[in-house]
Structure formats: C-alpha cells, structure tokens
C-alpha cells in the first residue's frame, strides 16, 4: 500500500506471467505457474509463494507437494506440513555421525529408475500359493551329492522351480508375453531371468530358451550365471531379452514376497522359503511335509485374476507331479 513501511527480507511482490489472470481485489491472487514448471496443473495462492519464498522452498519443490485443498491446489497447511518434514529430516542428518549419507552407485541408480518405471507403467496385482515340495526335497537331499560328482555343478530347488515354471508359462503363454503400445507380443520361447543378489544390489541374468532345457542344463545355467554375477563378469548380452523373472527370496529365510516386475516383461514369480508344516492329506490323515509360498505379481492391464490363478495351479500341479528320471 501506498506510504506503508516495509521491512528488509519481506516480500514486496510476486510478478505473475505476461496475459496471467488478475483476480478481484477482494480476493487471494492465484500465480500460474511459467512453462518451464514441472506440471501446468499447479496453481498457487500468493500466500503459499510467500511462505515457500520465506523458507526457502523452490518452485521445483513446491511442485512436488501434494495439495490437500480445493481442485487439489496446494495450500498454507501444506506447505508447513513439507516445512515440518523437512526440519525433522534435517535435525536427523545433524543429530551426529550415527547417520551416514551415501551416495547412489550408478547400478542402484539404475535399479531405482527402473523399478519406478515398472510400478507406475503398470497396474500391478498379486496371487499366492502354497506349494508341496516334499518328493523335490527328499529327491535333493538323495542325490545331490552324486549328481555334483557326475555333473561338478550343483542341483538346487531352483532348477526344479525353473523347469516347472517354463512348463507352466508356454501353457499360458500371457503370462511371458510384453506389452509394445497396444500390442501384446506373445513368445512361444521362455528366457527365464533370474535375480541374483550381489554387493551393489540385484542382477537379473537371463536363461536363453530355458524350457527346451534338461533339469541338468537347467543346474549348470544357473551355477554360471550365478557365479559371473558374483564375480561381476557378466555380459550385456547375459541381462538381455529375458520374458518372465523369477526371484527366491525364501533363500533368506522370507516366507512370502510380492516383487515389482521386471519392464517391459508383464509377471514375475516369487519364491518364498521351504519351511516343515503339520498338512491335512487324503483320507484326513495328518502328515509333516516341505512347503513353500509362491508369488505371482502381474500386469493387470492384460493379464486377469483368474488367468493368473490358473497359471499358478498350473506351475503348482508341475512342481508337485515332478518326474525323477
């Protein structure tokens, strides 16, 4: 106002973009946001601009608070709400050396971009089973010893789950396909990822082709895969054009998991750990057997509930109905 007294660091105004909306008097002005801002979307009251400029919160920043008022805009509460994170995140990096900030290596990085892209790029949906592994874990505890022997690679619960998985996909061939704009790419071929942990975070080797695969050829893919990741000697060409991943995370101890997929493939299966459970079988008998958790989360955009639920009775009634030659 005219004649009135303003003190140093105050605000004298906020200019608004060339052509932008004048509101009446009587009410709050409303600053559009410039072209260069994040979302077009975002309004903001001059208010808010005081209060964010007082507290040094950018525009970049302001545009990332969700807004709680009308048509979504952000207000006063919700920037003093951001305000209030902020000072409780900064007096907890300050509170002494028992906080450590590290830097994102380049493969986390990378993992992040694209686990978010996944997550928002598709609708995910999830279904568990809960599988009888009691002939595949007698079968192992017999004869892995002499299968080293012949083979000098180990045969794990893995290459069973592997075998049965690339079965039960080509039945349900939906279940490995990709999704390329509004077309479904379906594959009559399995390239089998599988998650393997490392220091720097997960890799997803591919097994090319893995259902025309032995249980044998199986054990020896995974065994090199494996060991080029530990060993960080894997190629590109390892990682690529995979279909369907599977991760075993019961190797930790975990029971169940719901992983994010693995872009652009539309499903990934989890493997939970085998654990010794009291089972009602035929005739109500009571009997001790090997269980384990499976999990399959899918691209719900393609893949429909009961498409999902028969191809995990499917990869169920493989792994239970195993052959042992």
Do not use: W
């Not at 950018?58 to 994170?85: C, F, N, P």
């Amino acid at each position: 106002q005219p004649d009135e007294e303003v003190q140093v660091g105050e605000v004298l105004a906020v200019i608004t973009p060339t052509g932008a909306m004048q509101a009446p008097a009587s009410q709050e002005k409303v600053i559009e946001p410039t072209e260069n801002s994040s979302s077009m979307a975002h309004y903001f009251s001059q208010a808010v601009i005081r209060l964010a400029l007082e507290n040094g919160v950018t525009m970049e920043e302001l545009h990332k608070i969700q807004g709680t008022g009308a048509s979504q805009r952000v207000s006063k509460q919700d920037v003093e709400r951001y305000l209030a994170k902020r000072r409780n995140l900064e007096q907890a990096l300050s509170a002494g050396e028992s906080v450590e900030k590290v830097k994102m290596s380049t493969m986390r990085k990378a993992i992040a971009e694209n686990m978010v892209k996944s997550f928002y790029a598709a609708p995910h949906a999830s279904l568990i089973t809960e599988v009888d592994v009691t002939p595949i874990v007698r079968y192992l505890e017999e004869e892995k010893e002499s299968f080293f022997k012949k083979h000098g690679y180990k045969l794990t619960l893995t290459s069973f789950l592997a075998q049965g998985l690339c079965k039960a996909a080509l039945e349900y061939p939906m279940i490995n396909a990709s999704l390329e704009e509004d077309m479904i790419v379906m594959k009559r071929f399995v390239n089998l990822g599988i998650a393997v942990s490392v220091d720097q975070g997960i890799l997803v080797p591919v097994i090319k082709n893995c259902h025309q695969k032995t249980l044998a050829d199986i054990a020896k893919a995974l065994s090199e895969l494996a060991s080029k990741a530990k060993m960080a000697e894997l190629q590109v060409a390892d990682t690529k054009e995979g279909t369907i991943t599977m991760t075993n995370f019961g190797m930790t101890g975990t029971l169940i998991g719901i992983p994010i997929i693995r872009y652009p493939e539309v499903a990934i299966v989890g493997i939970g750990a085998v654990t010794k459970k009291v089972v009602v079988l035929e005739k109500d008998m009571l009997g001790i057997r090997s269980m384990l958790h499976i999990s399959l989360t899918f691209d719900h955009r393609i893949i429909d509930g009961i498409y999902g639920c028969n191809f995990l009775s499917s990869l169920k009634r493989h792994l239970e109905t195993t052959e042992f030659s």
